[in-house]
């Protein structure tokens, strides 16, 4: 499976398909030398303003590690941090994972009452949510606020299309998707979005922590006006 940086011209494009978003005009980076120029000029952090303005949790019901149905519509009214992993992906998936997880133990205070996370599998046909659990446990995930989440490959593909991407398995098994993270806001709009191969983990957890700080100015000026 490549990795986010890793994409070239002889590289077919799967999950990485994200029409306006930074994550395409990286790949038209890595093939015209004009758009490289462009793209220099850009934050090397790994963060990026959001182009997409999608709701990225609509009422789409998955299944999470406990075999429990989970709406995305439900996560509202708070920061979510989503990733797109498979069980059995190798090194990348577990580095997403492993950056995930020190974003949760950093804000464990908040971690739950005040923002969730989410990974979706891009291997639905083979990730049931016992072996999602399998994957949580074995890299001592504290699933509390922290949601794996499965469905069926026509659902997936629905949630994906909503952060305009698509998977597509190659002849090997691997499924090919980008090594991105997305940061939504309460009403399921993306934030930020994270190259997970360079964002450093403190990033996202300032990122979070803004978001977080200016929920209870939003609460109050809603509550004022009426």
Known sequence: MPEFASYSPDVPVAIAIRGKSIFAQLRIAMIAMTVIAIAACRSNDGAYDAFNQADCLPAISLIDQN??????????????????????????????????????R??????????????????????????????ANARGIDTTGWFLLTGSPKDIDRVLSNFQLRRRRDPDGTVEHI????????????????????????????????????????????????
């Open 67 to 104: 075999g429990r149905p989970v709406s995305l519509a439900s996560l509202k009214g708070k920061p979510v941090v989503v990733d797109f992993i498979y069980t059995s992906c190798p090194r990348p998936c577990r580095m997403l994972t492993h950056k995930m997880a020190r974003v949760a």
């Open 106 to 135: 950093d804000l464990r205070p908040k971690f739950g009452s005040g923002f969730a996370m989410v990974s979706i599998t891009v291997d639905p046909e083979h990730d049931t949510p016992a072996k999602l659990a399998e994957y």
């Open 179 to 226: 090594t991105g993270v997305f940061l939504l806001g309460p009403e399921g709009q993306e934030l930020r979005e994270y190259d997970g191969e360079v964002v450093k983990t403190s990033t996202i957890a300032s990122d979070i922590e803004q978001v977080l700080a200016r929920q209870p100015a939003a609460a109050a000026t809603e509550e004022a006006s009426r």
